[in-house]
T-cell receptor, first 114, second 114 residues
Framework: KAGVTQTPRYLIKTRGQQVTLSCSPI?????VSWYQQTPGQGLQFLFE???????NKGNFPGRFSGRQFSNSRSEMNVSTLELGDSALYLC?????????????FGPGTRLLVL | AQSVTQLGSHVSVSEGALVLLRCNYS??????LFWYVQYPNQGLQLLLK??????LVKGINGFEAEFKKSETSFHLTKPSAHMSDAAEYFC????????????FGKGTMLLVSP
């Protein structure tokens, strides 16, 4: 089975722009979660989607949004980019998104905001 | 709210020595606990997890961890370090059985010297 894939792997944007990141989960997985990783704040949960519905959301401003499609692929969008949005964005998938399930992570998208 | 504390941002060991990475959690409900490893420019890979079955959990690459409720700890150990174990290790907790929302510790960088 193919693992979790994320595109693009690297991205450079300027302040004020918006960006869309994509995540394709492992085949058959219906839950997709997104995390932000920075040197200062570490790994922080952004949101989780299951069957095209956002089930849970972390403590991030409304500039961060996401969606999930019927094939479980997910996108996250960041509008009005700020320098502090520079980070590695990781997505993870699991079958049903239950607490004890293993989440399988993609390689991440590294976003640099100039 | 749950939290995870990893003692020591960096741990240095010699090849062949015991590896001990510490993780303490706070949670008002029984948690699910995970250890992930991250190699440079890669996503996270699951090493092992505790989901309320056996308290001593064995994982991949010779790692194991013991869940100690009285100490609220889930320390990661490996009897003999290899050079290939050099990476960053993250302890994570999920206290919600219905959502795949991981709360991560700040991570511990393991350095292995020959």
């Amino acid at each position: 089975k193919a693992g979790v894939t994320q595109t693009p792997r690297y991205l450079i944007k300027t302040r004020g722009q918006q960006v869309t990141l994509s995540c394709s989960p492992i085949s058959g997985h219906r839950s997709v979660s997104w995390y932000q990783q920075t040197p200062g704040q570490g790994l922080q949960f952004l949101f989780e989607y299951f069957s095209e519905t956002q089930r849970n959301k972390g403590n991030f401003p409304g500039r961060f949004s996401g969606r999930q499609f019927s094939n479980s692929r997910s996108e996250m969008n960041v509008s009005t980019l700020e320098l502090g949005d520079s980070a590695l964005y990781l997505c993870a998938s699991s079958l049903y998104g239950s607490g004890e399930e293993t989440q399988y992570f993609g390689p991440g998208t590294r976003l640099l905001v100039l | 709210a749950q939290s995870v504390t990893q003692l020591g941002s960096h741990v240095s060991v010699s090849e062949g020595a015991l590896v001990l990475l510490r993780c303490n959690y706070s949670s008002s409900v029984p948690p699910y606990l995970f250890w992930y490893v991250q190699y440079p420019n890669q996503g996270l890979q699951l090493l092992l997890k505790y989901t309320s079955a056996a308290t001593l959990v064995k994982g991949i690459n010779g790692f194991e961890a013991e869940f100690k409720k009285s100490e609220t700890s889930f320390h990661l150990t490996k009897p003999s370090a290899h050079m290939s174990d050099a990476a960053e290790y993250f302890c994570a907790v999920n206290v919600n059985s219905g959502y795949s929302t991981l709360t991560f510790g700040k991570g511990t960088m393991l350095l292995v010297s020959p």
